[in-house]
């Protein structure tokens, strides 16, 4: 902290106090990405629901699969805990949360396009890869979009 007075070439000047960083507290409900921490959340039950559903796999049907249920639980505890601090980020409203939310939908959304393009075996998925690269590209365009004119957003009101 520096003084707050300061005498230069025989005059008096007053340093302004710094402003006190801003809490949670501070930000209204109103002013919370709401619609966002209801996306993180219901990717964050999709991903609970897909944890519940490969525990239940029953072990000789898990021998069949290509992708086995360990590596789905441990993606789905992952993929739960990523969501779960993305929405309290997003509670709290700290100053980067909402890019690191779209940021982590972003992943999320690559994450699940190449899980099923890498163990799709049957002929009926593969013939879905045109439209799951289609839903994909225009997905993660739009999270970009949407990301880069909120950016611009931030940058006109604090610069």
């Known amino acids: 902290m520096g003084r707050l007075l300061h005498w230069r070439k025989g005059e008096l000047y007053i340093q302004a106090m710094p402003a006190p960083a801003k809490t949670s507290a501070d930000y209204p409900l109103s002013k919370r990405p709401l619609w966002l921490i209801g996306v993180v959340v219901l990717l964050l039950l999709f991903q609970i629901g897909a944890i519940i559903n490969a525990l239940q796999i029953p072990a000789d049907l898990a021998k069949t699969l290509s992708l086995s249920p360990i590596i789905q639980v441990i993606a789905g505890v992952f993929w739960v805990l990523v969501f779960a601090r993305v929405a309290f980020t997003l509670s709290k409203r700290t100053p980067t949360a909402v890019n690191r939310a779209f940021c982590w939908i972003m992943v999320f ?3 699940s ?3 099923l393009l890498s163990f799709a075996q049957s ?4 013939r879905r890869w045109p439209i799951l690269i289609l839903v994909w590209f225009s997905g993660t365009s739009l999270i970009a979009l ?3 004119t909120r950016r611009k ?7």
């Open 153 to 159: 957003k931030w940058q006109r009101r604090h610069n």
């Open 146 to 148: 949407i990301a880069c």
């Open 109 to 111: 959304i690559v994450y």
């Open 123 to 126: 002929d009926y998925d593969r």
């Open 113 to 115: 396009v190449l899980r």
